[in-house]
């Protein structure tokens, strides 16, 4: 989490204070200034987001070396292909993404992503940013404080308190906001109001976006298959936070949280007309709600610091399809995939000393049970299967946990140690809608420690290195997933002993910190055991023999590579940044074949250089990013013959804000100033070189932002 006084929004000084000074809670349970930390951590706050014109999760990483956000075209059709209905799909660390990246909006886990036929459900469109304050990305497991899902690093989004938009000695404060951006004809609005009486304060925010299709490079339009324009799309989405907050002067805080998402997503799909499919039309919506209580108290004696929290969150998503045929049947599909969660969670922090070390010892545990499901309905449904039906019965996941971690620091020395233990319990019921079938339970445990070092060489430079462990309890999708279609020769079984997914990485790096330069280079290997992949395990596709899929631990996967980061600040205002990543892995199945890891990026480099006025009153920068051309050998064994492999690119961005005056800000936004053809290698990472239709996996073409904010 990060506090930023009010004073950086108006003075360099304590601007760029704010930035070298900045407090993270993710990595360790317990704020630690970044620089201290053991391992690598990025923050972005609600001003920079502002600044950088950002409206998605994708533009959250728009300069953020090593971690990506993959969003495909809209190229699906009703019974066949996903291609981009799973909108931004979630968040790609260091190679590794989907659901083994944990995502948590102040600690309650965003829904996971699930993928079956013609339906992919991703994780990005569950938080709209419009109400983040901040956010903070651990690259590297993080399951010794978090349990599942922690396998490759963490994305948490934290919310602000009403305090956060009132100013000192006033009662009332708050925010108004509209934006536009031209890549996909977005306007935004975002209004928050605060206010303080004595010891109670509350806020009401709201962001409502409408937007049309993103835009790309394509030039064929018209109807079928060889279209590379976008199809027509027309969505909305409407976000509200409310949050009430008694906090007296003894130390207690209280708060209660409510919070609601609604989106909705029509799609001409133009691409899939032909002369047998006359209309082809798709409405996607997705929800999720949450209401929250927590306590935390914080004072003096042997505990200093106490919270705990209960939480209720529902998500869900459902995938409309229409499809007018001619001869055939017309035919319709509805795919929903719910998850409706309940938790509690607690911990405990004690400040003390023991000889020459100083102890900062964080401990606790958490509970949550989710009821997931989804429903596979529609009209015409394949022959050989009966609609409505489930590609899993309806499931309860119990997550359960105990951790413990410490900051141990003895003079220049800091160590981080922490150990989690994790027990997990996933219960199908019996579902009316599989009859004759027999869901299998499953439950486990896991202990995960980790261990991480600051050497401080003096006040500037510090050695640090790190050991941390990660697992992945296996979803309810994959130990009871379910389809059979005798008539074609196929069917899936569930698989009890499906074992979790597990991780183990090792980073170091030296970090200097210093009043005009900053500078981090990171080195890391990573390695995951007992990948989860669905195989043909017997049969030969025949009514007779058919064949049979199973969730299996199949895959072995190692990743290795380095990260640089350079930041630089003048005196005058002038200041720049640099930031490279690299990384190369492999995979390792059974019998040692041995084949490239397609899901890491290719070497990224961004280089920016900007101006801020001392007291705050304009700034911009300018910012060239490189993404090189994923290898050859490194896409090996993915497509067929080969892979496209868009070329590498350079592309410059220009962004700049002024306070028109007290409290009004305009921003604006110029985006791949040189009308670039490019590509990112996470969009078209499966799709072959023979491919005609590379045009409509390109970004937009040269684009522009805008929006004033008004803070009173």
């Known amino acids: 989490m990060l506090t930023t006084p009010a004073q950086a929004q108006d003075n360099d000084g304590y601007f760029w204070l704010s930035r070298m000074n900045q407090i993270v809670v993710t990595a360790t349970r317990t704020p630690v200034e970044i620089e201290n930390l053991p391992l690598t951590v990025s923050v972005t706050t609600d001003e920079q987001m502002a600044d950088e014109m950002v409206t998605d999760i994708k533009d959250l990483v728009r300069f953020e070396p090593g971690v990506s956000v993959q969003r495909q075209p809209a190229r699906f059709g009703a019974a066949f292909g996903s291609t981009g209905r799973a909108g931004n799909d979630g968040f790609n660390i260091r190679g590794i993404g989907g659901n083994r990246v944990l995502i948590q909006v102040d600690g309650v886990r965003v829904p996971d992503g699930f993928s079956f036929g013609a339906q992919s459900v991703g994780r990005g469109d569950y938080v709209d940013l419009g109400l983040i304050k901040s956010v903070e990305i651990l690259r590297g497991p993080s399951s010794a404080l978090y349990g599942s899902d922690g396998l490759a690093g963490a994305v948490s989004f934290i919310t602000a308190d009403p305090t956060d938009f009132i100013r000192n000695g006033n009662s009332v404060g708050g925010l108004v906001r509209g934006a536009y951006s031209s890549a996909d ?17 509350g806020m009401v925010a709201y962001t409502r976006r409408d937007y049309n299709e993103l835009d790309n490079m394509g030039t064929v339009g018209g109807t079928g298959s060889s279209r590379t324009e976008p199809n027509p799309q027309d969505g909305r989405s409407n976000a509200v936070l409310g949050r009430i907050v008694f906090d007296p002067a003894n130390g207690h805080k209280l708060r209660l949280t409510a919070e609601s998402l609604d989106t909705h997503l029509f799609t001409d799909g133009l691409v899939g007309l032909s002369s047998t499919v006359d209309l082809l039309q798709a409405v996607d919506t997705g929800k999720r709600r949450r209401v929250g209580l927590d306590w935390s108290w914080e004072g003096e004696g042997a505990i200093n610091f106490a919270r705990a929290a209960v939480y209720w969150q529902d998500a869900e998503d459902r995938q409309f399809t229409d499809e007018d045929r001619t001869p055939a049947a017309d035919r319709e599909r509805l795919n929903t995939f719910e998850n409706r969660v309940y938790g509690f969670s607690a911990d405990a922090r004690s400040d003390f000393v023991t000889g020459p070390a100083s102890h900062r010892l964080v401990f606790g545990g958490d509970i949550s049970k989710t009821r997931q499901r989804g429903v596979r309905d529609g009209v015409e449904p394949p022959y050989g299967e009966v609609f409505p039906t489930r590609a899993f019965p309806t499931t309860d996941f119990t997550r359960a946990g105990l951790f413990a971690g410490d900051e141990i620091a003895v003079g220049p020395l800091t160590l981080y140690p922490a150990i989690r233990f994790d027990w997990y319990d996933l219960s199908p019921r019996d579902d009316a809608l599989l009859p004759g079938f027999a869901g299998k339970e499953q439950d486990g445990s896991r202990l995960s420690p980790k261990l991480g070092a600051v050497l401080k060489i003096d006040d500037g430079v510090r050695l640090f290195a790190n050991y941390a462990t990660g697992f992945k309890a296996p979803e309810p999708t994959q130990v009871n997933q379910f389809f059979e279609n005798l008539a074609y020769g196929y069917t899936s079984q569930p698989n009890p002993d499906l074992g979790p997914e597990r991780s183990e990485s090792f980073e170091g ?39 049979v899929y199973q969730f299996i631990n199949l895959d072995h996967v190692q990743v290795k590579g380095a990260e640089a980061r350079l930041e630089g600040r003048a005196d005058n205002g002038l200041n720049g940044r640099l930031s490279l990543s690299y990384a190369t892995g492999d995979v390792t199945r059974p019998g040692g074949a041995t084949t490239p890891l397609s899901s890491i990026d290719p070497l990224k480099l961004v280089v920016g250089l900007g101006y801020r006025d001392p007291q705050g009153r304009f700034g911009g920068q300018l910012i060239a990013t490189h993404s090189a051309r994923k290898e050859l050998d490194r896409a090996t064994g993915l497509c067929t013959p080969e892979c496209y492999r868009p070329g590498a690119f350079t592309i410059l961005d220009a962004t700049a804000n002024a306070r028109l005056w007290d409290g009004l800000t305009l921003r604006v936004g110029v985006f791949n100033i040189f009308d670039e053809k490019y590509a990112w290698w996470s969009d078209v990472r499966g799709l072959a070189s023979t491919s005609t239709v590379t045009d409509a996996y390109t970004q937009p073409g040269r684009n522009a932002s805008a929006s004033l904010t008004y803070r009173f």
């Open 185 to 201: 004809n977005e306007f935004s609005e975002t209004a928050i109001l605060a206010a303080r009486s004595g010891d109670w304060s």
């Open 509 to 547: 790096g030296v970090r200097f910190t210093g009043s005009h330069v900053s500078l981090d280079i990171t080195g890391f290997t990573s390695r995951y055991r007992d990948f989860i992949s669905q195989e043909v395990v017997s049969g030969s596709f025949t009514p007779s023999d058919p064949a």
